[in-house]
């Protein structure tokens, strides 16, 4: 925990030092070594509200994380935190009637910082990816072989899987168990055999990953407790407290509000865009599950066809899909097809931040498959959501489900605010709103003919989107 803390301070001070040698070098770019005394005064004194706001913004984009990034991730949250800074320090310059900044420093200080910043975090990034050298693997559990593929995914970080088991026994049995570094549990085997798993990992000194089960998630955060000398773990309900949920419903009014007022007028340009390029409707509804079960319609920019669902009916998305209009092409990568959404966010049926809400049918079928996906619907349906800055489009069902109960058993307004954030970059990633792969369309389309069976709910009358 100590290195950890002292680490975190390290890189602070770095990305202060440099956020602040950006703007020192713009005014030099301007006024070369004789920098007026009443410009560089204020820039010292603001010096210390710059750095906060380079703690608070880099916090908010995770770059104090640990967590493995993508080298494109890391280069989008420096571009995007340099932004926020900027103009976060035009905003104290003005409060604090500090002039002293001329506007072109700030875009020279912002083009600066960019560069120095994105240098500095790549080389740390690679530097920490180097140190810790090519470590062996082993999976073991159901899936291994797509786990084992995500292992291959991590770009700058190097595995070498020895070996995929299905069952804990085979793994333990095996020379190749012995010689990895690390050794990652799929939840599906059983309790007792990742027990055993885990224990011998800890006897060996292997480091050890774990795909949690859902139950897993639920003691989150657990507080240790005693009934007289007996120690034991207090859970709390998964449903937020009536204090919570009246921050939360503030905090949708006042950002609701502020949001259709500030983006009236792209969506008045979308709303022309969509009603002039192809004929149909400007928007779109479609039954979904919301809180406490209970479905609502809620509100989107049309970005496919009007009659897309005629041939395949309604399936999910696929990358370059044919059926998405010009204009949804340039909608849906930016999730600018969204923002209707603060409608239903205003009328209550939604938050900013929650699970994404699903259709009814999947609802019943996911809570079929998964008897603890029900607990989902604790919450208000979110805009974005925690599984959608941490996940991908096609990412499984199962696994959106570990996010989004994460996040329920996490939830603070903090950490709203940080997914907010956060959804500002993945915007800026393609693979975030890419569809599904071709190859899985005909499995989707399966799952939805099965819903046009007798017994089932009608399809809907708008592709899911």
């Known amino acids: 925990m100590r290195k950890s803390w002292l680490l975190w301070v390290f890189l602070f001070i770095i990305d ?26 204020p820039f010292v004194d603001l010096i210390p509200y710059i750095s906060l706001c380079v703690l608070v913004f880099f916090w908010f984009f995770e770059l104090y994380s640990h967590t493995w990034k993508r080298r494109l991730e890391t280069l989008y949250s420096v571009v995007i935190t340099v932004l926020f800074t900027n103009i976060s320090a035009m905003a104290i ?11 072109l420093t700030f875009v020279v200080a912002a083009v600066l910082q960019i560069c120095l910043l994105g ?23 159901g899936n291994s072989h797509d786990i084992a593929h995500k292992f291959g995914s991590l770009i700058g970080r190097r595995y070498q899987v020895l070996g995929l088991f299905n069952s804990a026994e085979e793994a333990e049995g095996n020379d190749a168990f012995t010689r990895a570094q690390v050794v990652c549990i799929n939840s599906s085997i059983s309790r007792e055999a990742r027990e055993d798993v885990i224990s011998r990992c800890l006897e060996e000194d292997k480091e050890v990953l774990l795909v949690p089960e859902l139950y897993d998630i639920l003691l989150h955060n657990a507080s240790l407790n005693r009934v007289d000398d007996l120690a034991v773990f207090h859970i709390e309900s998964l449903a937020l407290t009536p204090g919570q949920q009246q921050a939360k419903r503030l905090f949708d009014l006042v950002f609701s509000l502020v949001g259709l007022v500030l983006f009236l007028p792209f969506m008045l340009v979308i709303s022309a865009a969509v009603e002039f390029s192809t004929p149909g409707h400007i928007f779109y509804r479609q039954k979904r599950v919301g809180l406490n079960s209970r479905t609502f319609s809620p509100v989107k920019f049309r970005t496919m066809l ?11 998305a696929i990358a370059d899909d044919p059926r998405i209009t010009p204009v949804g092409r340039l909608l849906r990568p930016l999730r600018l097809d969204e923002l209707p959404q603060m409608i239903n966010v205003l009328k209550g049926e939604m938050s900013f931040v929650g699970p994404r809400p699903e259709r009814p049918f999947f609802v019943e079928q996911f809570c079929r498959d998964i008897p603890e996906y029900h607990y989902r619907l604790k919450v208000k349906p979110g805009i974005t959501g925690l599984a959608q800055v941490q996940g991908k489009y096609d990412t499984d069902a199962a696994d959106k489900l570990r996010y989004d109960l994460y996040y329920i058993r996490n939830y603070s307004l903090l950490l709203d605010l940080q997914i907010i954030f956060q959804t500002l970059r993945v915007v800026l990633i393609p693979e975030a709103a890419m569809g599904v792969p071709a190859n899985r369309r005909r499995e989707c389309g399966a ?7 007798p017994g089932g709910s009608e399809p809907a009358k708008e592709l899911q989107q």
């Open 447 to 453: 799952q939805e003919t099965a819903r046009k069976e």
């Open 16 to 41: 202060a030092g440099l956020v602040n040698l950006g703007y020192l070098l713009a005014f030099l770019l301007r006024f070369g070594w004789a920098i007026p005394p009443n410009n560089f005064g």
């Open 93 to 103: 310059t003005f409060m604090l009637r500090e002039f002293a900044f001329p506007r």
């Open 306 to 316: 009007d009659d897309a669902e005629k041939d395949l009916g309604p399936v999910l």
């Open 119 to 141: 240098v500095w975090r790549l080389l740390w990034q690679t530097i920490l990816d180097r140190s810790e050298g090519e470590k062996t693997v082993v999976v073991i559990g």
